[in-house]
């Protein structure tokens, strides 16, 4: 918890949060939704049609999420795309000791940039899961007729094994987020400089920088804590 004196970093602008936690709403929504759908157990939750209606609204929330990320903030948006298909030698050095790091250890890992080898794997998981659930979903709802018998079961395996894999990435995701104390960068918009430096030493000291650049980036400022 920041005391009233501690320095806190910028992380994350308005609309980036907005956009994470309508994505939070909508994938919830359709993981239940989507159950009440598959599994017969849960199938009371399907309030006579009512749970497709909500699978099909949270699924177009879906889809227009990552489209609302880049209409709202280009830069950040293809800042995000770019991080998360490039690795470097440290990226590499922190997966081997991500053992530890699962465990809520820090100290052995190389410093890393603003997000860590771990976040930038789950994040491009996230977004291949994405795109699977996405296009075998719209096959599902738009061509279901042309598909035939095989074609059918292999689009609805592609669809359930993706919502399969987005479920696991989410476990893993929030366990992150409560190990090291992360939630408040996608609910005030700020961490502590302590975290910053804890898990993303090479971003802090980039936007460190006392450059207008890294103002608008996310500079260390002093703001009366939480
Ligand atoms: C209750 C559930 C969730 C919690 C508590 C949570 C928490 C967080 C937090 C704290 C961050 C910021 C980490 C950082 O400092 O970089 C974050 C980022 C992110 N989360 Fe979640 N999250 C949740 C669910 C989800 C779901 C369902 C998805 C997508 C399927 C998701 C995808 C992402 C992505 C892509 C980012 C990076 C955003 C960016 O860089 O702009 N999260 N989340």
Redesign the pocket.
């Given at each position: 918890m920041a005391t009233s004196t501690e320095r806190r970093v910028l992380?994350?602008l308005p609309e980036?949060r907005l956009v994470?936690w309508l994505?939070?709403a909508s994938?919830?929504t359709l993981l239940v939704t989507g159950l009440a759908l598959l599994w017969g157990p849960l199938s009371f939750l399907a309030w006579g049609g009512v749970s497709t209606l909500l699978h099909r609204g949270a699924a177009l929330l879906f889809v227009a999420l990552p489209v609302a990320y880049f209409v709202l903030n280009r830069t950040?948006g293809q800042e995000?795309l770019k991080e998360i298909v490039t690795y470097n030698r440290e990226d590499w050095e922190w997966l081997k000791g991500f053992p530890a790091y699962f465990l809520g250890r820090t100290t052995h890992l190389p410093k890393q940039g603003r997000?860590n080898a771990g976040?930038k794997l789950h994040?491009l998981g996230?977004f291949l899961a994405?795109i699977a659930v996405t296009v075998s979903g719209l096959l599902l709802w738009f061509a279901k007729g042309q598909l035939g018998g095989a074609g059918l079961a292999a689009t609805a395996a592609v669809h359930d094994v993706a919502m399969l894999a987005?479920t696991i990435?989410?476990i893993g995701?929030?366990y992150f987020?409560f190990v090291y104390g992360?939630?408040p960068?996608?609910t005030t918009g700020y961490?502590s400089e302590e975290y910053a430096r804890l898990e993303h030493a090479r971003w802090l000291e980039e936007v460190g920088a006392d450059s207008p650049a890294s103002d608008a980036a996310g500079a260390p400022q002093s703001v009366t804590g939480d």
């Amino acid at each position: 918890m920041a005391t009233s004196t501690e320095r806190r970093v910028l992380r994350y602008l308005p609309e980036q949060r907005l956009v994470h936690w309508l994505g939070v709403a909508s994938v919830l929504t359709l993981l239940v939704t989507g159950l009440a759908l598959l599994w017969g157990p849960l199938s009371f939750l399907a309030w006579g049609g009512v749970s497709t209606l909500l699978h099909r609204g949270a699924a177009l929330l879906f889809v227009a999420l990552p489209v609302a990320y880049f209409v709202l903030n280009r830069t950040k948006g293809q800042e995000l795309l770019k991080e998360i298909v490039t690795y470097n030698r440290e990226d590499w050095e922190w997966l081997k000791g991500f053992p530890a790091y699962f465990l809520g250890r820090t100290t052995h890992l190389p410093k890393q940039g603003r997000l860590n080898a771990g976040q930038k794997l789950h994040h491009l998981g996230t977004f291949l899961a994405f795109i699977a659930v996405t296009v075998s979903g719209l096959l599902l709802w738009f061509a279901k007729g042309q598909l035939g018998g095989a074609g059918l079961a292999a689009t609805a395996a592609v669809h359930d094994v993706a919502m399969l894999a987005v479920t696991i990435l989410i476990i893993g995701h929030v366990y992150f987020t409560f190990v090291y104390g992360a939630l408040p960068s996608m609910t005030t918009g700020y961490v502590s400089e302590e975290y910053a430096r804890l898990e993303h030493a090479r971003w802090l000291e980039e936007v460190g920088a006392d450059s207008p650049a890294s103002d608008a980036a996310g500079a260390p400022q002093s703001v009366t804590g939480d």
